[in-house]
């Protein structure tokens, strides 16, 4: 049974540029959250998609945005990359019928240079 | 205002001994559920134990075993029996109320086992 499945691994990007990360949700999860993690930090939430639609936000400005797919799977796209943004991004897959569940991914490592 | 305080930046623990790793929360929702995560160098973050606002009883998953005392809003993870495999970056999170959906996370705890 596959877990949580986030591509790429690592990506670096230049400032000013855009970016799409990829996420999978583990079998039988139909919600998908998205966190930041900066380096030596906790991670911080980003967005979480259920039914396609964002249901809950944290305090990220708008060029942070996502997408949920009918197969449950998702996408963060970042624009207007700053050196800031430079994270691993964690995705989480959780069943809606109790959110404890939470599985995450091994992320995707973002280098803004 | 901070919701997890983890206030031990790094712990060494020597293989085969109990570690306890402190975490602290702030919340008036009388419903919230308190979680221990592992993060290895690998990234990925690895559930651990869940403890619940109301569950009587602390919880316990094989060698883990959450230590909650409500009162003082506390929720210390127990490491039993520490391997080599256990050194990695500890993470506590609440996820407070019915209808909030997020973690938040506190800033970590990083252990190393010493063989």
């Known amino acids: 049974d596959a877990g949580v499945t986030q591509s790429p691994t690592h990506l670096i990007k230049t400032r000013g540029q855009q970016v799409t990360l990829r996420c999978s949700p583990k079998?039988?999860?139909?919600?998908v959250s998205w966190y930041q993690q900066a380096l030596g930090q906790g991670p911080q939430f980003i967005f979480q998609?259920?039914?396609?639609?964002?249901?809950q936000r944290g305090n990220f400005p708008d060029r942070f945005s996502g997408h949920q797919f009918p197969n449950y799977s998702s996408e963060l796209n970042v624009n207007a990359l700053l050196l800031g943004d430079s994270a691993l991004y964690l995705c989480?897959?959780?069943?809606?019928?109790?959110?404890?569940?939470?599985?995450f991914g091994s992320g995707t490592r973002l280098t803004v240079v | 205002a901070q919701k997890i305080t983890q206030t031990q930046p790094g712990m060494f623990v020597q293989e085969k001994e109990a570690v306890t790793l402190d975490c602290t929360y702030d919340?008036?929702?009388?419903?919230?559920?308190l979680f221990w995560y592992k993060q290895p160098s690998s990234g990925e973050m690895i559930f651990l134990i869940y403890?619940?606002?109301?569950?009587?009883q602390n919880a316990t998953e094989g060698r883990y075993s959450l230590n909650f005392q409500k009162a003082r809003k506390s929720a210390n993870l127990v490491i039993s029996a520490s391997q080599l495999g256990d050194s990695a970056m500890y993470f506590c999170?609440?996820?407070?109320?019915?209808?909030?959906?997020?973690?938040?996370f506190g800033a970590g705890t990083t252990v190393t086992v010493r063989a």
């Open positions: 989480a897959s959780s069943d809606s019928l109790f959110n404890y569940g939470y599985t």
């Open positions: 079998s039988g999860h139909d919600t």
């Open positions: 998609y259920y039914e396609e639609e964002e249901r």
């Open positions: 919340t008036s929702d009388p419903s919230y559920g």
């Open positions: 403890q619940g606002s109301y569950d009587q």
């Open positions: 999170a609440m996820r407070e109320g019915l209808g909030d959906y997020k973690l938040s």
